[in-house]
């Protein structure tokens, strides 16, 4: 075990775990694991109940060369109180070695539909529940042959990753602390910014364009506004001699996946789907998650004959503007480095990735034969997908 996490095993017995095999008793948590989703300084949508359990119903691999069990983590203090939660699965690929492969994972492993992973957890308790796993792995070893670690901080990654493993590398995302006026946040932009928010309203307006902001909120209205969302994500994806964004949703299950959450969160009254319509067509579109008093902003898409318009501009700017105007506190404009992220001048915050290799002398074999194996087209047959 790493030095980091040896040091609060005398503190172990002050958390009970909880290993969680079916989807179940998973469920059986959602109000506690609500509770302590609130705990957390940033809420996102990937750490919550709801989503996580919708995961695993849509998108757990099931076939026959790979297939993810149900192996979550749970935490209690000695008052009971759910503290900490690691919502993860032993993924096994059969077909891979004499006895096959098993990775320890976080939900979500998917093409960037779950954008955050890792520990939900009472930020008093985040050690000793560390630590209580790695023991739990110590004593464990013939369960699994590595543990892919994301949402860590950049010391606990270097601590955790084992020698010969890729290098731990930084995933940022970005969100703007709002203040009390749209004027106020429009003041502290770059000239830059302040030249492209007007450019992308005077450009409609020169064109005699008029546009309207539509807001979908309603359960009954999600099945239509999801329907514009896949269309337009897709054409966005095809946009040429730009920045290449890849079509997340392109399969059924990721589609069928993210409408039952879309609704989900209406059901909720915490689905905002921010729509630009221009002669009743719908030619922009963002998705928006309310996790509290925090907007996240979702992925997006548009009709790639209104991109000279800058029209996701557009729908940023109206989806900051109904923010302040409801007393948000801050919009997360998601994970990736980019530059129209990067312009509103947010607050930025990394998680780290790590690959912990157990002890056993098989697992760094089939680590390194399996990374040299997912360059050939043969390793297709053991995808997700």
């Avoid at 312009?343 to 089939?366: D, F, I």
């Amino acid at each position: 075990m790493r030095r980091e996490f040896t040091q609060n095993l005398e503190k172990l017995d002050e958390l009970q775990l909880e290993i969680i095999t079916n989807i179940e008793s998973l469920i059986a948590l959602t109000s506690e694991w609500e509770a302590l989703e609130k705990r957390q300084s940033l809420h996102v949508p990937f750490t919550t109940a709801r989503w996580n359990i919708l995961w695993w119903q849509h998108l757990r691999a099931r076939k026959m060369l790979i297939h993810d069990e149900l192996h979550a983590f749970a935490f209690r203090n000695r008052e009971n109180e759910l503290v900490a939660i690691a919502p993860m699965m032993i993924s096994t690929r059969p077909g891979i070695g004499a006895f096959g492969i098993r990775v320890l994972q976080f939900f979500g492993a998917d093409p960037n539909i779950t954008e955050i992973r890792g520990f939900i957890c009472d930020p008093h308790y985040a050690s000793n529940a560390m630590a209580a796993i790695q023991d739990y792995l110590r004593h464990n070893q013939r369960l699994w042959d590595w543990v892919e670690w994301p949402g860590l901080s950049e010391t606990q990654a270097a601590e955790l990753a084992s020698p010969g493993t890729p290098p731990c590398k930084a995933r940022p995302f970005y969100y703007v602390p709002l203040p009390p006026s749209w004027d106020e946040l429009k003041a502290g932009l770059s000239r830059n910014m302040k030249e492209a928010i007007r450019k992308c309203f005077n450009s409609l307006k020169r064109a005699n364009v008029r546009h309207e902001l539509r807001i979908i909120s309603a359960p009954h209205d999600v099945a239509d506004a999801m329907e514009h969302f896949f269309r337009l994500h897709a054409m966005r994806a095809d946009v040429v001699n730009s920045v290449k964004h890849a079509n997340v949703f392109a399969d059924q299950k990721s589609r069928d996946f993210l409408s039952a959450y879309a609704l989900d969160m209406a059901q909720r009254d915490c689905l905002r789907i921010f729509q630009v319509v221009v002669d009743k067509q719908v030619v922009a579109i963002r998705l928006g998650f309310i996790c509290d008093r925090q907007l996240y902003l979702y992925y997006s898409g548009y009709d790639i004959e209104w991109r000279q318009y800058s029209i996701m501009t557009t729908v940023v700017v109206h989806a900051m503007r109904w923010a302040i105007e409801n007393a948000f506190e801050c919009v997360n404009l998601s994970t990736g480095q980019d530059y129209s992220k990067l312009r509103w001048q947010p607050r930025e915050q990394s998680h780290y990735s790590a690959v912990q290799l157990s002890p056993r002398r098989r697992a760094a074999h089939l680590f390194h034969a399996y990374t040299r194996l997912r360059s050939y087209a043969i390793t297709r047959r053991f995808s997700r997908s």
